[in-house]
């Protein structure tokens, strides 16, 4: 909490292991969340329903040994099997490369796209050009 005043953030995204308990522990101190879940082609939705009531978006992200920042895609189509009213941000691996697939991807719950490790130089530190690149093309659709 210290950390969200100190830094007037407007959300939290978790990325780890965290139980629906804990999500509405945070979500009753007013915190908003985005929760990240790991997707690989066993994932099962409905494994997120006790999550709903506490998050404002879903992130979805690849099922790697990294929570986040792994750099590696997952299978989008995997998602045309979420079915719940959460919007979520596509993520896992994006690059400007997948323009073209991003564009071609639809879903009536995708919100946005979350952008990492691809469009780093260094872990922490953005290639601005290559962002604003790919922030330029994709507000253009």
Known sequence: MKIKRKNQLDFIQLHGTES??????????GLKLIKAFRINDF????????????????LFDSNTIYYGGSGKKFCWKKLYEYTFQVPFFLSGGIEIQDFDTIKNFSHSKIFGIDVNSRFEIFPGKKDHIKLNAFIKKIRNI
């Open 43 to 58: 994932f099962y939705f409905k494994k997120i329903v006790n999550y709903i009531p506490f998050c404002t978006y879903f």
């Open 20 to 29: 629906p308990l804990y999500c509405e522990k945070l979500f009753k101190k």
